[in-house]
């Protein structure tokens, strides 16, 4: 069963640092994805990145990045130089093919804040 | 913006009722979820459909029945609402692992209050 580990239920961070998100993952599928999605107090759910498992270099989107350790199940995210906009609720997620069923499981999610 | 509408956007009703929520694409995708979001528990997974009529149960289907009778179209019933399934409630849409684009578009979610 694929399941979605986010231990962090909350975090904060000082407005132009670095903050680090947690997940881990476990999955049997030898062909996945893992994304982080936003969803900030308006309740939009926003793609921030996604990894393909089969893909060693760690997924970059402006100053989102991750730490994808196969090996581990592990996919932190990483927010440089953090903005008053980058507080909302992050949830990782995982995606494999199983039995053509693509199932799509998320974590707990962590409540991000930013301090001015 | 991917094209899904959830329908109604708020919703309250009363225990033991029958509710229906509706999911519309526009994309042509072919796999569509419901979600619950509740406090403390993240995005939880209803059913999902990966095609017309083929449906199957997510980690929290009791209570819930779907049906997927056109690619555009999936409906979530709540068969005699009950209190704990107050929450809200998110319908999704992806194309599979293998597709360029494969992660997933989400609806704006359907608030559910059960008095």
């Known amino acids: 069963a694929q399941t979605v580990t986010q231990s962090q239920p909350e975090m904060s961070v000082q407005e132009a640092e670095t903050v680090t998100l947690s997940c881990t993952y476990d999955t049997s599928e030898s062909d996945y994805y893992l994304f982080w999605y936003k969803q900030p107090p308006s309740r939009q759910m926003i793609l921030v990145i996604r990894q393909e498992a089969y893909k060693q270099q760690n997924a970059t989107e402006n100053r989102f990045s991750v730490n994808f350790q196969k090996a581990a199940k592990s996919f932190s995210l990483k927010i440089s130089d953090s903005q008053l906009g980058d507080a909302a609720m992050y949830f990782c997620?995982?995606?494999?093919?199983?039995?053509?069923?693509?199932?799509?499981?998320f974590g707990k999610g962590t409540r991000l804040h930013i301090l001015p | 913006d991917a094209g899904i509408t959830q329908s109604p956007r708020h919703k309250v009703t009363e225990t033991g009722t029958p509710v229906t929520l509706r999911c519309h694409q526009t994309e042509n995708h072919r796999y569509m979820y419901w979600y619950r979001q509740d406090p403390g528990h993240g995005l939880r997974l209803i059913h999902y459909?990966?095609?017309?009529?083929?449906?199957d149960k997510g980690e929290v289907s009791d209570g819930y029945s779907v049906s997927r009778s056109k690619t555009e179209d999936f409906l979530l019933t709540l068969e005699s609402a009950t209190s704990s399934q107050t929450s809200v409630y998110f319908c999704?849409?992806?194309?599979?692992?293998?597709?360029?684009?494969?992660?997933?578009?989400f609806g704006q979610g359907t608030r559910l209050t059960v008095v």
């Open positions: 999704a849409i992806s194309e599979s692992v293998r597709a360029e684009n494969t992660e997933a578009f």
């Open positions: 997620a995982s995606k494999g093919e199983m039995n053509r069923d693509d199932k799509i499981i």
């Open positions: 459909s990966y095609g017309v009529k083929d449906t």
